[in-house]
């Protein structure tokens, strides 16, 4: 069957995720016959360079053979078990592994199975934390505008992207937003450091006001991804650091999109050196192959919960899922080759050519900002750069650059008006350069008049 047999099928049966399906009368959905390194194929033979990472999962490409090895041994030996009352190796050596390589005081280890679970464990553990000690009037939750956590209502309580988050208010918790140290703001002549550290004052402000009610601050470190890659400085994680401990609230740093190596460290909290209380982990931890997270803490809250059955302190949250073998065992081999394969040092390289082939996009007319934070790049189009006045968002300016750029071999997938790569680290320079000449081609589109 061809792409146009599948898609059929697919919308008569399917309903798929974020997306108005409508869309799809005009944009059948891509039907991908098989995938190697950074190219997708379809059943028409095409092929895409998957310059978002399969929504920022992949990290060594799809059918990476180390890690597909490691998956088949594993199938034969132990496909999954329930993680209460059992346990097994990758599910050990993994915790182990995370632990060792996690800024230090992070000693125990949670799993579960989406980036979203990680933020309701973390979240449920801080408060349960607090009311084990006796503090159950702590139940609030510091966040930043514009941040984004996931789609669970937990999840979405904390987060701030209005186009997710505004149909479901009625169904969430009051967070206490806290305004963004997103650096595309800054005035003319003001480093993003000026502004990450002008920006503290209201996160202060909201910390001197509300901290005994407050379980955590909760912060995407250094790039609010899905709020459009905004970026900031890591002068804002060590002063929110330095706070927290003075205010005794927890931090709690989600790095399910910006972990494993996206911001040039294995882990973004590693720019400004400190260790958060709660790290949450998903998306790349498996390498992009299978759903699986995991939230780390430290001893000192894992002691709250120790006692006798009977005290009623133990956190009894649980997944189906939790501690799956075969997705520990995808997170393993992923680990190797970040040891083996000298995988962030190269990254300097990677993320020095998309400098390289991005830099002339600063002087187009409608392109207000080309940022960077290792290897996450973001173009943003707006309507008139020196106000950096948006373009209406029903033009959906962003899905004509992404429409173009496929229909030349590249999926790009903006946000709104930002278009970003976030590719695999096995990428090449030459494709690099391939994916920026279309986006450039897509933007020069997408701007015209
Ligand atoms: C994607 C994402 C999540 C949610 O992860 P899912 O696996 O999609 O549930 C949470 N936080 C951040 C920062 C993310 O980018």
Redesign the pocket.
Known sequence: MKNNGWARRDLAALWHPCTQMKDHEQFPPIPIKRAQGVWLEDYDGKRYLDAISSW?VNLFGHCNPRINAALREQLDRLEHVLLAGFTHEPAILLAERLIQLAPKGLARCFYAD???AA?EIAMKMSYHYWRNLGRANKTRFITLANG????TLG?LSVGNVALYKETYAPLLMPAISVASPDCFYREPGESCAEYSRRMFIPMEQALEKHAAETCAVIV?PLVQ??GGMRMYDPVYLALLREACDRHGVHLIA?E??VGFGRTGKMFACEHAAIAPDFLCL??GLTGGYLPL?AVLTTDEIYQAFYGGYATLRAFLHSHSYTGNALACRAALAALDIFEQDKVLENNQMLARAMHDVSARFTHHLHVAEVRQTGMILAIEMTKDKASRTPYPWQERRGLTAARHALSQGVLLRPLGDVIYFMPPYVITAEEIAHMAETARQGIILATRD
């Open positions: 920022w989406s980036g979203s933020m984004y956590h996931g789609e999840a995407e991804c899905a989600d399910v999109a998903g998306k997270s």
